[in-house]
């Protein structure tokens, strides 16, 4: 990856400078040593780049609301966002902004609801017996992806076996398995925050909506005894039975949310274990070291690069004001290299004592619900890729030398994570 210096933020457009896709940290730096809060001048979003001033924003769910969570600037919000508290100009048209229907978008107490309805389907029990299958489905996939010695890894293992995973979650039928995960692979995480300018469509999730309806009406029809049937009659927290599009949406967001983080965390593990084979060494030797080196692969490459939030009245956040109407930007991956709250945030430790105060899953109500989901997936990969091979190296003539390594990364302002990543491996 490319070291820079950044000297003159005006310079750079953090939404739409190529550069800070393929490495944003120098960028983030920079932020952070003029101010941790601080008004960047192009969009005029408020960049929060310190650990603690990232917390405090996150854990206020009645000063920001999340309607923008996931589309920040842009389209922008549809009317002027005037006066000293715009809650009731937020809760009249949030519906016209684009993933409005979506988990991460929404506030308490239509939030609070879709969330208990989710940790009905995300419980304990049910966790435990999906990571009883991941082994299974795991060696399903590396079964084909380690044939040939070699092979890229994003699409060969990383995206179908998450696929299969959150698909055996939500109690997808077997025999509806395949074609699923075919249809998700080409269809998620499209445009989300693309630096390129791509317009978003209101519900880009639109097209799964309608497989999960007929699910829930199914089994709402005739109950079995299956996962589906379960998340059919899931009540929310009154009592009251939420309508099938609901339940839908909430099935849709976990496939959404879920798969296309739990790639990009996979992809930047396997980064680091084919750059550093002191690490990789470390794991064969001892795999109880495998979650803290998960955890720190979150901390130095967040999945999420950041999350926004729309401040509803004015408010103060590390000693700078922020006006009502402001559209603000949590940046996970800033945050969690924060040299204030990590020592040497810029080295990689797979034995770093705090590494899990990271903030990729978040914090506060939005918290990422299926954050055990994806440290269980990352987890069984890594034992299994570990367990099948001897070794597990950087693809030279796709990647370029050790001195002279090329990614690419997902081009957006929101997610971080290559978009493709050639492995050699020798059997074990």
């Known amino acids: 990856m490319e070291q820079w210096i950044v000297n003159d933020l005006t310079e750079l457009d953090f939404f739409r400078d190529d550069r800070l896709v393929e490495n944003p940290y120098p ?28 917390v405090e924003v996150f854990n206020d769910a009645s000063t920001f609301s999340s309607c923008i969570s996931v589309t920040g600037p842009f389209p922008g919000f549809p009317v002027p966002l005037e006066g000293d508290d715009v809650t009731d ?94 249809n998700l692979h080409r269809n998620v995480g499209g445009g989300l925050g693309s630096t390129e300018g791509e317009s978003l469509a209101h519900s880009p999730l639109e097209f799964i909506y309608g497989r999960f309806a007929n699910y829930i009406e199914d089994r709402r029809r005739e109950p079995r005894d299956d996962v589906l049937t379960g998340l059919a009659t899931a009540t929310f927290p009154d009592g009251s039975t939420p309508d099938v599009t609901d339940v839908a949406r909430v099935a849709t967001n976990v496939f959404s949310a879920g798969q296309e983080t739990t790639v990009r965390l996979l992809g930047a593990a396997l980064q680091v274990l084919g750059e550093r084979p002191d690490i990789q060494q470390l794991l064969r030797k001892d795999r109880s070291c495998i979650p803290n080196f998960i955890e720190e692969t ?129 059997p074990a």
């Open 27 to 54: 960028y983030f730096e920079a932020l952070r040593r003029q101010c941790p809060v601080l008004r960047e001048p192009h969009h005029g979003v408020t960049m929060v780049t310190g650990w603690d001033e990232a």
């Open 89 to 182: 100009l937020i809760e009249q048209h949030r519906d016209e902004l684009p993933f409005s229907d979506q988990l991460p978008t929404l506030d308490p107490p239509t939030h609070t609801n879709h969330r208990a309805l989710l940790m009905r389907l995300i419980t304990p029990k049910r966790l435990k017996e999906n990571e009883d299958a991941m082994w299974m489905l795991a060696d399903r996939v590396l079964d084909t992806f380690l044939a040939g010695g070699e092979g890229e890894f994003i699409k060969g293992f990383a995206a179908p076996f998450t696929l299969f995973v959150i698909a055996d979650l939500l109690g997808v039928p077997d025999d509806d398995r395949d074609d699923f995960v075919k």
């Open 298 to 426: 979150l901390r130095i490459e967040s999945p999420v690069k950041g999350d926004f939030r729309l401040s509803r009245v004015p408010t103060v956040v590390g000693g700078v004001d922020i006006a009502a109407g402001s559209t603000v930007m949590v940046l996970q991956g800033a945050a969690n290299r924060d040299p204030r709250r990590f020592e040497d945030p810029d080295t990689f430790d797979p034995a770093r004592k705090n590494a899990r105060q990271h903030l990729a899953f978040g914090r506060g109500i939005h918290s990422c619900p299926g954050a055990p989901l994806a440290r269980a997936e990352s987890r069984v990969a890594i034992e299994r890729l570990l367990d099948r091979t001897s070794e597990i190296r950087i693809s030279e003539r796709m990647h370029g030398s050790a001195d002279d390594r090329r990614y690419n990364y997902v081009p957006t302002y929101i997610l971080r994570g290559l978009t493709e990543l050639h492995l050699e491996f020798d």
